[in-house]
Structures are given as C-alpha cells and as structure tokens.
C-alpha cells in the first residue's frame, strides 16, 4: 500500500486518474439511485464519465478541459440533468486552469462560468423556500465556485514569485562565478607578468656574474668561484619561479619592453608600511626571527600580501582603525598575520575591491599564496576587527 502511495506522489497524472476514479465511482452509485430510466440514466453516466475524465486530464490539457467542463454544464441544462456528485469536477478544474497560469481569457472563463452556474441550476431546477430561500441558497452554493478561482489564482502568484526568485538566483549565481572566473584569470595573468619579470632578474643577474667569472677567471680565480656560486644559486631560483610560473595562462598581454626591474621584496615592507602611516592609518610593524633571503617569488607574495591587506584596512575598516603587521621566520617558511580593530564582518568588502583597483582582493591574495604553495586564513578577528595570516614555505611544493 505504501508503494501505491508513493507511486502516487510522483506521478502527479496517476493522483488525478486515482481521484477521477473515485469520483467515477461514487456519482455512479448516486446516479443509479436517483435516476431512472434508461434513457435518461444513459444520459447521466455519460455525464458523469465525461466529467470524471476532465479530473483526469486537467494537468495535460486544463484549457481543453474547461471548455469541456464548459459544454457539458450547458447540455446538463438542456437535457435536465439534476445536479450530481460529479458537478464536483467542474471546482477542480477551475482550480487547475487559474493556479497553471495559462491565457488570461482561460481566467476570466473560469470565473464567470463558477460564478454564473449557480443562478442557472437554480433558474433550471429551483429549491423551496420562496425568493429569500432562493437567493440565499444561490450565494451560498457560488461561495465554492469563488473560492476555487481564488485558491488557483493565488496559487499561480505564489508560483510565479518562487520562479521569478529562483531566475533572479541563477542569474546572480551565474554572474558570480562568471566575475570570480574573470578575476582568477586577470590576477594569474598580473602574476604571470611579475613572475615572468622576477625570472627575467635573475637571469640577468646571471648572465653579469657568467661575463664577471669570464674575466677574472685567469687573474682572480677566487672572484671567479664566487661568481660561479652566486650563479649556481641565482639559477635555482629561478628555475624554481619557473616552475610555479607553468600552468599560469596569459592571454591578452600587451609586448613588453625596456629593462627589467625587479619586483618589491620583503625589505620592502617597512617602506610601505611607513607610507600607509603618513596616509593616516596607525600600524604596529615587528619582524621576528632572523631576516634572510628568501626566493623571490616569496618575498614578491608577501609584499603584495601586506599591501592588499593595509589598503583594505585603510579603506574599509573605519574611522581611527589601528593594525598591526607580523613577519615570522621560520626554518621552514615565511608568517604573515596582518590584523585590524576595524569593522570586523564589514571586510566582507574585501571581495568587492582590492588594492590595485581590479575588485576581488582576497580572491588575488589566494591566488598568490597557491602559486607559491602556501596557505592563508582570513575572517573576522575575535573581539572585532579583521585578521589575515599566511605561511610561505620557503621550498616550492613538489
């Protein structure tokens, strides 16, 4: 029984053929107890089996079934068809047509007819009771007809509002992944840049200490070593920026030219963290551990880092808001905690702007913390205000 039920709920038609058979079964019983006759009581399960379709099919074809539901009301009248349990049929589909949200003349059908079918049965076959009896019984008996065209046409606004709702969802859901997409790639292509220009140094630095080592190689076999050593190193790291630099995509760079420059490194920090004080924002900067040279592409992150998080801080934390900045050295790796005592959840905004002006800042911190292979925790600080950690391993992920 419980699998019939089932079945019942997902099939919807099966619901409706399952209730047109009841509906089938009990006008039966009443039509062949209240009408006699054959011809007449042909008539009336005719009637009543027409009727008891239009319950069966009034999801698949609900206008076609109103104006079925229509002609057979009219020819019940002029065949003199009293009023039988199957005249429930014509509610249901009252219903069904104004709550499927089909053409408004189907609407307008439906009302008029519920509501003028109740003057006609009591025109055709009129009840006791004089006139007071006949009006109130007429206002009573077309409460239902009413009733069903409000139920369907509230049901069709209800409708209409979680779709338009579900629409507006799928649109902005589609628009953020398409802006998330579009800035993941513009912030890997500005990384590709840096990087590529980070490499380009080193390879530079590389090619003045092989021309050096060249030229005091006889006389200063030495400075020649040296030179040799320092290139040794200078082309590990930059076959390890090399490494971290595959996999990035760069579509639509313009042709650069000129020398290049290297890029901002930890050492840095302290010069930019000065200037965001003199643009009025109070910042407590300590180094602990001990300061070494770290690869490139590390101190490049961590720069970016601390200046995306000071911006943001500068911008969206408040008046008279005060942060702090921590560098760790660690054997391993390279700490960030940049924190404020600004608004906190307001830094929800940090996804909305960034500090070279593009948007999607924390989106461009994660990305650059990836492509070196560290982590990054970000989110309100307890108490208030906002933090941002970071660990940068020194040695790239294999």
């Known amino acids: 029984m419980q699998r019939f039920y089932d079945f019942l709920r997902r099939h919807p038609t099966g619901v409706d053929s399952f209730w047109a058979v009841m509906l089938f079964g009990f006008s039966m ?159 890997r292509a500005r990384i590709a840049r840096e990087l590529h220009d980070v490499v380009a140094h080193n390879v530079s630095v590389m090619i003045v200490q092989a021309d050096g080592a060249a030229y005091v190689l006889d006389a200063a076999p030495g400075q020649a070593k040296e030179a040799l050593e320092t290139i040794s190193t200078t082309g590990r790291q930059a076959l390890a920026e090399m490494r971290r630099l595959l996999g990035v995509l760069r579509t639509g760079d313009s042709e650069e030219s000129g020398e290049y420059v290297p890029q901002p490194d930890v050492g840095q920090i302290e010069d930019l963290v000065e200037k965001v004080r003199t643009a009025g924002l109070a910042v407590d900067f300590r180094i602990e551990g001990t300061p070494r040279q770290l690869p490139s592409g590390v101190e490049l992150t961590a720069y970016r880092i601390v200046q995306e998080a000071l911006t943001n801080s500068r911008k969206h934390g408040g008046p008279d808001v005060g942060a702090s900045v921590r560098l760790v050295y660690f054997d391993d790796g390279l700490g960030l905690l940049i924190e404020d005592d600004g608004r906190g959840a307001a830094h929800e905004l940090y996804e909305d702007g960034g500090a070279d002006g593009r948007g999607h800042g924390m989106i461009g911190m994660r990305e650059r913390v990836g492509m070196v292979g560290g982590t990054l925790d970000a989110g309100p600080r307890p108490g208030g205000g906002f933090r941002i950690s970071a660990l940068l391993p020194l040695k790239p992920a294999n």
């Open 29 to 187: 019983l009443w039509t062949v107890q209240n009408f006699s006759g054959v011809a007449p009581r042909l008539v009336a399960i005719a009637m009543v089996l027409l009727l008891s379709l239009t319950v069966a099919l009034r999801r698949r074809a609900p206008e076609k079934m109103l104006l079925l539901v229509v002609a057979l009301g009219i020819i019940q009248v002029v065949l003199d068809v009293q009023i039988n349990p199957a005249d429930f049929a014509m509610l249901v589909v009252i219903y069904t047509v104004t709550a499927q949200g089909g053409p408004r003349w189907a609407s307008q059908l439906a009302l008029i007819g519920g509501v003028l079918a109740t003057p006609i049965s009591q025109v055709r076959w009129p009840t006791s009771g004089g006139t007071a009896g006949l009006v109130f019984f007429t206002v009573v008996m077309s409460v239902p007809f009413v009733l069903a065209w409000v139920l369907g046409d509230s049901i069709r606004t209800r409708r209409a509002y979680f779709d338009q709702l579900e629409e507006r969802a799928t649109r902005l859901e589609k628009e953020r992944e398409a802006q998330a997409k579009v800035a993941v790639a513009a912030e």
